[in-house]
């Protein structure tokens, strides 16, 4: 049996979503703190809503900042106790990478688009996971696939590392990904939402349900 696929569900924004995401099993949940995207939720709503819900399982906290100056990321780090940082932007990494590694949490690398895989240089320290996700304009959530053929040959360039993916994915082709790239986890926005924001546990289960028995 192949093994199980990882599902992050990313732009959160409430407490009755995060608590559908607790109960069907999913490995990570994402904050979106840049202000322009239609999921934005500050830090001090994402204090409440997690207050509300509890530290009651072993989903992850993944905080998701567009070029945030260091002392934002570092501040919701230690208020939210997040797990991970996503950062994306034509910002640096390096720096979001070590602040990462003095507080003991995890990033993601983010690459977006098709960029020649050659050129591809692991940056240090290590990210915890890879996330391959479209080009699109706000980063994320727009509903766009990347290409998967090229992403299944961006794991292999990066393997060891866990790597997944991203855009445009939803239950009616997550199954197809999967088998095609061969990720470790999934990361979905639009693609389990009634409105942007607002998500459908009906489709988070199905994903999850695909994940648990992925075919590869």
Not at 80 to 100: C, F, K, N, T
Not at 167 to 184: E, K, L, M, T
Request: net charge neutral; aromatic share 6%; hydrophobic share 45%.
């Amino acid at each position: 049996m192949a093994a199980r696929v990882g599902l992050k569900v990313c732009g959160v924004t409430r407490a009755e979503d995060l608590r559908d995401c607790i109960e069907l099993g999913v490995d990570a949940v994402g904050f979106n703190f840049w202000p322009k995207s239609k999921r934005f939720i500050d830090p001090l709503r994402t204090r409440k809503l997690l207050d509300a819900v509890g530290r009651t399982s072993a989903i992850q906290r993944v905080g998701v900042f567009v070029d945030a100056p260091l002392r934002e990321v570092e501040a919701a780090i230690a208020t939210l106790e997040l797990d991970l940082i996503q950062p994306h932007g034509d910002a640096p990494v390096e720096p979001y990478a070590q602040l990462a590694g003095h507080w003991k949490v995890g990033w993601i690398w983010v690459i977006r688009g098709t960029p020649e895989l050659d050129r591809l240089v692991v940056p240090e320290p290590a990210p915890s996971w890879v996330l391959l996700d479209a080009a699109v304009a706000g980063y994320g959530g727009a509903g766009q696939t990347t290409d998967w053929d090229w992403a299944a040959a961006a794991l292999q360039k990066l393997a060891p590392l866990p790597v997944w993916l991203a855009g445009g994915i939803d239950p009616s082709n997550a199954a197809q990904a999967i088998a095609r790239v061969g990720p470790a986890g999934i990361d979905v926005a639009s693609g389990v939402e009634t409105a942007p924001g607002c998500k459908s546990r009906e489709a988070i289960a199905s994903l999850r349900t695909i994940c648990n028995n992925p075919q590869r």
